[in-house]
């Protein structure tokens, strides 16, 4: 490949990238505006300025795009465990769990995402994408548990994020607070029962 080829592939890969970043800003704006399970690519390429067929050069079909939407959060929750763990010598799980929860009851996209995941696990680039993130944000709250790489401690981790996801679904529909319970509470038994 030329010199000159090579420049022609960087910069169709740089705008590439800027649309795809582009359209997801606008799915982030649609969704916080109409809510995520209401997205619609038609909506998403209106927002963007774009035609509707467009979209098709990035994202197959709705699903594909709120998947790429909850990898994008996903980056953002292990960042933010990790940010706050840092902040917390003492009791990092529940730090950790903390701010994972706020993220998980309150970003609409990962209220979203159950529904745009297949049934059978699939192979697809947003799909990959999406396990790749998850397993990020695994990671760093294997991190707050002590890290440990253990089939056992592996088994753990999955277990408290289940429980997370749980906690913040009865949280974003009323039902913890209804069946007595509040977050900290609940945080600080999970704290106790995982951490090294």
Do not use: C, W
């Amino acid at each position: 490949m030329s010199l000159v080829e090579q420049h022609r592939e960087t910069r169709r890969t740089r705008n590439h990238a800027a649309t795809r970043a582009s359209i997801l800003n606008a799915a982030r704006r649609v969704a916080a505006r109409d809510g995520a399970r209401d997205l619609s690519l038609r909506a998403v390429a209106a927002e963007a300025g774009y035609a509707p067929a467009a979209l098709y050069g990035y994202f197959h079909n709705k699903d594909e795009l709120l998947l790429a939407l909850a990898a994008d959060d996903l980056s953002g929750l292990a960042r933010a465990m990790r940010e706050e763990m840092q902040v917390h010598n003492d009791g990092k799980l529940a730090a950790a769990a903390s701010v994972a929860l706020d993220l998980l009851e309150n970003t609409e996209t990962f209220a979203a995402v159950s529904a745009a995941l297949p049934s059978n696990a699939g192979s697809g680039d947003a799909e990959r994408l999406f396990n790749g993130r998850m397993i990020a944000a695994l990671t760093a709250l294997s991190e707050a548990v002590g890290g440990s790489a253990s089939r056992e401690a592996q088994a753990d981790v999955v277990l408290i994020a289940a429980t997370l996801a749980g906690l913040a679904l009865l949280g974003r529909s009323g039902r913890l607070a209804a069946l007595g319970f509040d977050s900290p509470e609940l945080l600080a038994r999970l704290e106790r029962h995982f951490s090294a």
